[in-house]
């Protein structure tokens, strides 16, 4: 078992914390949310946000912070909310670009302002936009203009939408004659996002705007219509060449039905063309260079020279989780000559940011719990093995400095977030930022809340690890309640990173020992164990969770699994739904479920079914209905009859990837049944629960619920 080890690590200008305390879920919800930090061009300082919260007024608040990358000082840069995005342009190294997320039109539209960085209040309005555009990305070509990309909705003659100038028709009727009707937490419409651009002509040192933009994406068309941004993300789905000549940009594969394929691919055009004029990198092919290569690509990025484009790439049509892998493209349309770099290295890069000199890519990827960073050198065949320069964490960003060094912005389980700087060979050369010993709310967080342990399992070859985390004041000669949490996805994991939403400190500080094991499907530990879940949701997860139970009730004798609870969300929750009918059920005092699978014959009512034809071996039909069919075989309700732990149930409205429906059907089961159980339901909540007032009544109903039930609490009744 690891223990993790304080460390030294001063914080100049900033007046360390101590001492020991508990962290609430108020003080959790309320404290700093930070962005990673932006450096300047040259390097010398960065831009990073902090917002928190206050239940008093019920109000957020923002402010922008000045990193000096030579001093390490740190000063309050800007206060307040209206600049949302900042990009780094211009003739000198503090000039910028940024977002005001209104217009003076007042009319649904944004601004965008041109400044130094020096003189932030010296800021000139150099472009007012109709419509609610966000993603900015800019650079300055060599004839002294600035171009720039935004994203926004767009009506399929190429225009942009804007709801506060829309026409409400008069009926609310929803007409589909394709699957995929709703995503996430929407039902989709005609409006697709597109990617825009525009450029901002030098007049002798200021920047004027003509209004024109140009759409690079609407009209690519087949059986589906091309869309970038994808529906879910952002800006990194789009790229602008440091030079300003290309635009790079991905989509869903518009010759395949959106919800049963995961494929999707890069696309290249001028920036002075148009969307008739992009053309694909990366064509599903099966005479080309990788013919394997047809899933979903993501995250196409520019070389500093313009002349390469690195992506990435899995291999499967219809699966979510496979394997990422590196490519780099050049930006020459007339022969893209694709590599693959580090084909067969055994994890799945996210993120991609180039050398200054364009010989090496850096790349995160999951592993071992953590999100590391690792270079990637252009040279690298399918055979090289990438080594990690960063160890603990969960990189929000990262950006590499003239000097080559990495600039890091992560979290970590005690403190929401760390900026410091890395060396290209992995020393960490400067920290800058640690939030658990500035802010109030996070202090006494440290390491030592930490440690991690290796268990086997009776499904793999390799032995499967799970967090521990202690309460304050942890003392080893006592006892305290387990809390056991199981991850979704199924292909996820649970990372050493902070979280707002299921924060195993504040778990933990309610009382209990918190143990988060990362069994069959987690990712991190090689594709073998991610992949190993497809047929086997109630077979080989089960299984781990009960050896990790084991583990602890066998070794960790501060532990009392005898008062221990359960919880999980989404895949977890099913899990806990599974839990609940199997012997474990009985070893928990409580369970959790937090929007989690009920039935699984009813699956389809879900929207990406390229997730259930994986993971259930194909589309649903009669044989489901029967044994031998993971639509069967994995169905919770099958051992409804042995449903007896009190069960707190969580289920939200907005739920499109598990509808509402499956936390009442579970709520009515357990309620007829007799079981003590709980239902709560948030109307405006999707999947998660992203509102602080709406979480903090999620966090006090569930720790009402299991404090009572663990004996921590001394309430008579929930």
């Excluded at 928190?52 to 000045?66: I, K, L, M, P």
């Excluded at 690792?374 to 690298?380: R, V």
Aim: glycine share 8%; net charge negative; with cysteine.
């Amino acid at each position: 078992m690891r223990r993790f080890q304080t460390q030294t690590w001063a914080v100049a200008a900033l007046t360390a914390l101590c001492g020991v305390t508990a962290i609430t879920p108020e003080g959790m919800l309320a404290a700093n949310r930070y962005s990673d930090a932006l450096p300047n061009p040259s390097g010398d300082f960065a831009l990073f946000t902090a917002t928190n919260y206050s239940f008093e007024t019920g109000e957020a608040s923002t402010v922008w912070n000045r990193l000096d990358l030579e001093s390490g000082d740190i000063s309050v840069w800007y206060a307040g909310d209206d600049i949302s995005e900042i990009v780094f342009v211009g003739s000198k190294p503090t000039s910028l670009l940024y977002i005001n997320g209104t217009n003076e039109e007042e009319d649904g539209g944004i601004s965008i302002y041109f400044a130094d960085a020096e003189s932030i209040e010296g800021a000139t309005l150099i472009a007012s936009l109709p419509a609610p555009y966000s993603g900015l990305k800019a650079v300055l070509t060599s004839d002294g203009n600035i171009r720039f990309l935004v994203y926004s909705l767009a009506y399929p003659n190429g225009t942009a939408y804007n709801e506060a100038l829309a026409t409400e028709p008069a009926s609310s009727a929803r007409i589909y004659s394709q699957i995929y009707v709703r995503h996430w937490d929407a039902y989709r419409t005609e409006r697709l996002n597109a990617v825009f651009g525009g450029t901002l002509k030098n007049n002798n040192g200021s920047y004027s705007f003509d209004g024109q933009l140009t759409n690079y994406v609407t009209g690519i068309h087949n059986v589906t219509y091309a869309e970038s941004p994808l529906d879910l993300n952002g800006a990194d789905d789009y790229d602008l060449s440091p030079d300003g000549s290309k635009v790079a940009f991905l989509t869903k594969d518009v010759n395949l039905p959106l919800a049963n394929f995961t494929s999707s691919q890069i696309y290249l055009v001028d920036f002075e063309g148009t969307a008739s004029d992009a053309v694909p990198i990366n064509p599903r092919d099966p005479n080309g260079p990788y013919p394997d290569a047809q899933g979903a690509s993501s995250a196409p990025k520019f070389s500093p020279s313009s002349e390469q484009i690195a992506y990435f790439q899995m291999n499967g049509i219809y699966y979510e989780s496979d394997r990422t892998i590196l490519y780099v493209a050049s930006t020459d349309a007339a022969d893209f000559n694709v590599t693959r770099l580090a084909g067969d290295w055994d994890r799945s890069p996210d993120t991609a940011k180039w050398a200054s000199d364009s010989s090496t890519i850096y790349v995160s990827a999951p592993d071992l719990g953590r999100e590391r960073i690792f270079p990637i050198p252009l040279s690298a065949d399918d055979s090289y093995v990438p080594k990690n320069i960063t160890d603990e964490g969960v990189a929000a960003g990262f950006y590499v400095l003239p000097n080559s060094n990495i600039l890091v912005s992560d979290s970590k389980i005690w403190t929401s977030r760390d900026i410091y700087t890395v060396t290209p060979t992995g020393e960490v050369d400067t920290i800058y930022f640690q939030a658990n010993k500035v802010d109030p709310e996070l202090a006494g967080l440290s390491p030592e809340d930490v440690s991690e342990f290796y268990y086997k399992s009776n499904t793999s070859e390799i032995e499967q690890q799970a967090w521990i985390v202690y309460p304050a004041g942890f003392d080893e000669s006592k006892t305290y309640p387990l809390a056991f949490i199981t991850h979704g996805g199924p292909q996820g994991a649970h990372f050493n990173s902070w979280s707002t939403r299921w924060n195993f400190k504040v778990w933990a500080d309610q009382g209990y020992v918190v143990i988060a094991p990362n069994p069959t499907a987690s990712s991190g530990w090689g594709q073998n164990l991610t992949d190993a879940i497809q047929g086997q949701w109630g077979s080989y997860p089960y299984w781990d969770v009960v050896h990790a139970w084991q583990y602890v009730n066998d070794t960790l004798k501060y532990v009392d699994t005898a008062k221990g609870i359960h919880a999980g969300a989404s895949f977890g929750g099913y899990m806990s739904n599974w839990i609940q009918g199997h012997e474990m059920g009985r070893w928990f005092q409580a369970i959790v479920t937090h929007d989690g699978s009920t039935s699984t014959l009813n699956q389809w009512a879900s929207e990406e079914l390229w997730f259930m034809e994986h993971d259930f071996h194909g589309v649903f039909n009669e044989s489901s209905l029967s044994p031998g069919s993971p639509y069967y075989d994995w169905n919770p309700i099958l051992y409804v009859d042995n449903w007896q732990t009190p069960h707190f149930v969580v289920h939200n409205d907005l739920d499109f990837r598990l509808p509402v429906s499956e936390g009442i059907l579970l709520f009515n089961l357990l309620q007829v049944k007799g079981v003590p159980s709980k239902f709560l339901n948030f109307p405006d909540e999707n999947h998660w629960v992203l509102n602080r007032e709406n979480s903090r009544v999620w966090h006090e109903e569930i720790f009402k619920w299991i404090n009572y039930y663990s004996g921590i609490s001394n309430a008579t009744n929930v």
